[in-house]
């Protein structure tokens, strides 16, 4: 950990944060030449707020007893977290170039061993809501006030797992666990509302008992208000954020692109979309 | 060897009229307990090592998946109902929430049957907890044929399915005093388990020997001349009622019992494959595809041991429902069968 540049901006936005993140992980897409990069762009903000309102942690200790769980079920949105871990001081910068390959600490699918910060391993769909369940019901047999939070796609919804955690979440009355579904309507081969996801979300949750918030999951003014009422709140139930984001957010000429799970990016597109990112920059 | 793996299944059919057997034996109920064999007994040897190990150990939680009845664990939630978690009908929740508690420092006991763990959860136990190395111990009821129920409750397979899995121990003990001692040493043991249960009643038959469970041990529980039993969970107790049967014969046998199936004792089991010229005979309440026999003869061959082998152990295919001493019979698990076998082996 004596590498890492601990990052110490307080005056920085999260307009900045996320600006960051995203900058962070085209980075690492131009590294492999692919990758998530959609799901990233599109999960920037979210992962901006979570990193930089919501969480408590300690950079220099990434394991701290005291810190909020940041569990990443969705194993290939490692890219995205693995930017904002970057951004928050977790993992250093100068890493970026080895991003994918061989004796990365930054694997393509996020895994508990390889990386400070990642929680657990993600990948295999529907795992981590039934995970955060059980170390939900573990922070209070310690009596430990911190929250877990899971990241999920919309595609785990399809995964049966998810429903057996949904349904738990409530039996055990666990306020400490927040959900974030990532809403962009995507999965491997097409569109998750075509799939299973149909349905009303935020009226599912809310019939098995959750306290359900569905978001412009790109605007972090509605991010910061989701995230403050999902922490304040007192009913005992646990609490999902659903945040619809769009694939590619941030560089329009990709967030165009006919959707995939998988955005074909040509290599010379990588530093055209570095480029306009850069002329975004917020101030 | 070709009755063990015949092609198709010797069921009749289903459009057979059938009449009341003569021996009225009727389908034992899914939680009876393994036939006694008017032996002792140790009631819920399971759960009531697990009390005993709470009494020391705040870090040590039980789940359930709606079987805590039928696994012995009830009786560890009824002395520490606020260490139980009833997780309903839902094992992949239980083993994805036995993760969750894992990591944040307890040592969780998850317990169903062996067939929903090892077919229904196997992802989970895979992903959520033994590619992180977390002390969860998977403790499941009703393995290979202790049920009369038919497929759907018969874990004929699940010690093939387990042994696949990187870092998880896998165990099969033999008897009550096997399971007490075995559920102490799990419990220390820093990484996941799998382990195999029977219920209820369950004999005490290593009592009589000078025996201590050891994890990754496979020891000598009585010795012979002419052929060597490696054997695991009750069929240990089998092959001792057939070694006392044979001596009578005089045929002279060696029992060693090996509870941990993964990571085998190879180093004791090589040795005494070695020793003497013994037919080496495993014998195992699990298919003969995938389990200890096929274990113990990988592991054999890896180390240059050459003996004749011979398996006793389930058919690959799946089992008829019946009666459980009837299916013992039928598929060569009792003790005339396994006294029958040998006797044609070492006479060839």
Same mark, same amino acid.
């Given at each position: 950990?004596?590498? $890492?540049?601990?990052?110490?901006?307080?005056?920085? =936005?999260?307009?900045?944060?996320?600006?960051?993140?995203?900058?962070? &992980?085209?980075?690492?897409?131009?590294?492999?030449?692919?990758?998530?990069?959609?799901?990233?762009?599109?999960?920037?903000?979210?992962?901006?707020?979570?990193?930089?309102?919501?969480?408590?942690?300690?950079?220099?200790?990434?394991?701290?007893?005291?810190?909020?769980?940041?569990?990443?079920?969705?194993?290939?949105?490692?890219?995205?977290?693995?930017?904002?871990?970057?951004?928050?001081?977790?993992? !250093?910068?100068?890493?970026?170039?080895?991003?994918?390959?061989?004796? =990365?600490?930054? !694997?393509? =699918?996020?895994?508990?061993?390889?990386?400070?910060?990642?929680? $657990?391993?993600?990948?295999?769909?529907?795992?981590?809501?039934? $995970?955060?369940?059980?170390?939900?019901?573990?922070?209070?047999?310690?009596?430990?006030?911190?929250?877990?939070?899971?990241?999920?796609?919309?595609?785990?919804?399809?995964?049966? =797992?998810?429903?057996?955690?949904?349904?738990? @979440?409530?039996?055990?009355?666990?306020?400490?666990?927040?959900?974030?579904?990532?809403?962009?309507?995507?999965?491997?081969?097409?569109?998750?509302?075509?799939?299973?996801?149909?349905?009303?979300?935020?009226?599912?949750?809310?019939?098995?008992?959750?306290?359900?918030?569905? $978001?412009?999951?790109?605007?972090?003014?509605?991010?910061? @208000?989701?995230?403050?009422?999902?922490?304040?709140?007192?009913?005992?139930?646990?609490?999902?954020?659903?945040?619809?984001?769009?694939?590619?957010?941030?560089?329009?000429?990709?967030?165009?692109?006919?959707?995939?799970?998988?955005?074909?990016?040509?290599?010379?597109?990588?530093?055209? &979309?570095?480029?306009?990112?850069?002329?975004?920059? !917020?101030? | 060897?070709?009755?063990?793996?015949?092609?198709?299944?010797?069921?009749?059919?289903?459009?057979?009229?059938?009449?009341?057997?003569?021996?009225?034996?009727?389908?034992?109920?899914?939680?009876?307990?393994?036939?006694?064999?008017?032996?002792?007994?140790?009631?819920?040897?399971?759960?009531?090592?697990?009390?005993?190990?709470?009494?020391?150990?705040?870090? +040590?939680?039980? *789940?359930?998946?709606?079987?805590?009845?039928?696994?012995?664990?009830?009786?560890?939630?009824?002395?520490?109902?606020?260490?139980?978690?009833?997780?309903?009908?839902?094992?992949?929740?239980?083993?994805?929430?036995?993760?969750?508690?894992?990591?944040?420092?307890?040592?969780?006991?998850?317990?169903?049957?062996?067939?929903?763990?090892?077919?229904?959860?196997?992802?989970?136990?895979?992903?959520? +907890?033994?590619?992180?190395?977390?002390?969860?111990?998977? #403790?499941?009821?009703?393995?290979?044929?202790?049920?009369?129920?038919?497929?759907?409750?018969?874990?004929?397979?699940?010690?093939? +399915?387990?042994?696949?899995?990187?870092?998880?121990?896998?165990?099969?003990?033999?008897?009550?005093?096997?399971?007490?001692?075995?559920?102490?040493?799990?419990?220390?043991?820093?990484?996941?388990?799998?382990?195999?249960?029977?219920?209820?009643?369950?004999?005490?038959?290593?009592?009589?020997?000078?025996?201590?469970?050891?994890?990754?041990?496979?020891?000598?529980?009585?010795?012979?001349?002419?052929?060597?039993?490696?054997?695991? %969970?009750?069929?240990?107790?089998?092959?001792?009622?057939?070694?006392?049967?044979?001596?009578?014969?005089?045929?002279?046998?060696?029992? *060693?019992?090996?509870?941990?199936?993964?990571? *085998?004792?190879?180093?004791?089991?090589?040795?005494?494959?070695?020793?003497?010229?013994?037919?080496?005979?495993?014998?195992?309440?699990?298919?003969?595809?995938?389990?200890? %026999?096929?274990?113990?003869?990988?592991?054999?061959?890896?180390? %240059?041991?050459?003996?004749?082998?011979?398996?006793?152990?389930?058919?690959?295919?799946?089992?008829?429902?019946?009666?459980?001493?009837?299916?013992?019979?039928?598929?060569?698990?009792?003790?005339?069968? +396994? #006294?029958?076998?040998?006797?044609?082996?070492?006479?060839?």
């Amino acid at each position: 950990m004596t590498d $890492i540049a601990a990052v110490s901006r307080p005056n920085v =936005s999260l307009a900045q944060r996320a600006w960051s993140i995203r900058r962070n &992980a085209l980075l690492m897409g131009e590294v492999q030449g692919q990758g998530y990069i959609g799901q990233a762009l599109g999960a920037a903000d979210l992962l901006a707020v979570s990193y930089f309102h919501a969480l408590t942690y300690r950079a220099d200790d990434p394991e701290w007893d005291g810190r909020d769980r940041f569990y990443l079920s969705i194993g290939h949105y490692a890219i995205a977290l693995y930017a904002a871990l970057i951004e928050a001081g977790i993992l !250093p910068e100068d890493e970026i170039a080895t991003y994918g390959m061989d004796d =990365s600490r930054m !694997p393509m =699918s996020g895994m508990a061993a390889y990386t400070p910060g990642m929680e $657990i391993t993600g990948g295999s769909l529907g795992h981590g809501l039934g $995970i955060a369940v059980g170390a939900a019901m573990g922070l209070k047999r310690k009596g430990n006030p911190a929250f877990i939070y899971n990241l999920m796609s919309d595609g785990e919804l399809g995964e049966g =797992s998810t429903w057996e955690a949904v349904m738990s @979440a409530v039996q055990w009355k666990l306020d400490n666990l927040i959900c974030l579904v990532d809403f962009n309507d995507q999965q491997a081969d097409g569109k998750t509302t075509d799939a299973l996801a149909s349905g009303p979300q935020a009226r599912q949750w809310e019939a098995f008992g959750w306290h359900a918030q569905e $978001i412009d999951g790109n605007d972090l003014d509605a991010l910061v @208000a989701a995230f403050n009422t999902a922490r304040s709140l007192t009913d005992p139930k646990p609490r999902v954020i659903i945040c619809r984001t769009k694939m590619c957010k941030g560089v329009p000429f990709l967030e165009e692109r006919e959707m995939a799970h998988f955005v074909r990016v040509e290599p010379e597109e990588w530093a055209k &979309a570095l480029a306009i990112l850069d002329e975004g920059r !917020p101030t | 060897m070709s009755e063990h793996f015949p092609m198709h299944s010797r069921r009749k059919s289903k459009y057979e009229p059938r009449k009341v057997p003569e021996s009225k034996v009727a389908t034992s109920a899914m939680i009876a307990s393994l036939d006694s064999e008017g032996r002792d007994t140790i009631a819920a040897p399971f759960g009531n090592a697990l009390i005993e190990l709470a009494k020391t150990r705040d870090d +040590i939680v039980g *789940l359930s998946a709606d079987l805590s009845k039928y696994t012995d664990l009830h009786v560890f939630a009824k002395a520490y109902p606020d260490r139980f978690y009833q997780m309903g009908m839902a094992e992949q929740l239980m083993i994805s929430a036995a993760a969750g508690l894992a990591r944040e420092g307890f040592t969780p006991f998850a317990t169903t049957y062996a067939v929903f763990a090892s077919r229904r959860a196997y992802d989970f136990i895979c992903m959520a +907890i033994a590619e992180e190395n977390l002390p969860v111990k998977v #403790c499941c009821a009703l393995p290979g044929l202790t049920t009369g129920y038919g497929p759907s409750h018969q874990a004929t397979e699940d010690l093939a +399915i387990m042994r696949g899995m990187p870092n998880l121990t896998v165990l099969d003990p033999c008897d009550a005093i096997d399971t007490m001692q075995a559920t102490r040493v799990i419990a220390d043991h820093p990484g996941p388990v799998y382990m195999r249960l029977l219920r209820g009643q369950v004999p005490n038959v290593l009592g009589e020997y000078d025996y201590q469970f050891k994890l990754g041990k496979a020891q000598m529980i009585h010795d012979g001349s002419d052929v060597l039993f490696i054997a695991s %969970g009750f069929m240990t107790m089998r092959v001792l009622d057939a070694a006392k049967a044979l001596a009578k014969d005089g045929v002279s046998c060696a029992v *060693l019992h090996s509870p941990t199936i993964k990571p *085998l004792d190879v180093e004791t089991i090589t040795r005494e494959a070695a020793t003497g010229a013994r037919l080496v005979v495993t014998a195992e309440n699990h298919s003969v595809t995938g389990g200890l %026999g096929e274990a113990v003869a990988a592991a054999l061959m890896r180390e %240059g041991v050459h003996v004749s082998f011979r398996q006793i152990g389930l058919p690959d295919e799946f089992l008829d429902a019946g009666a459980l001493p009837t299916l013992h019979q039928q598929y060569g698990l009792t003790v005339d069968a +396994i #006294c029958t076998s040998v006797k044609t082996w070492v006479s060839e």
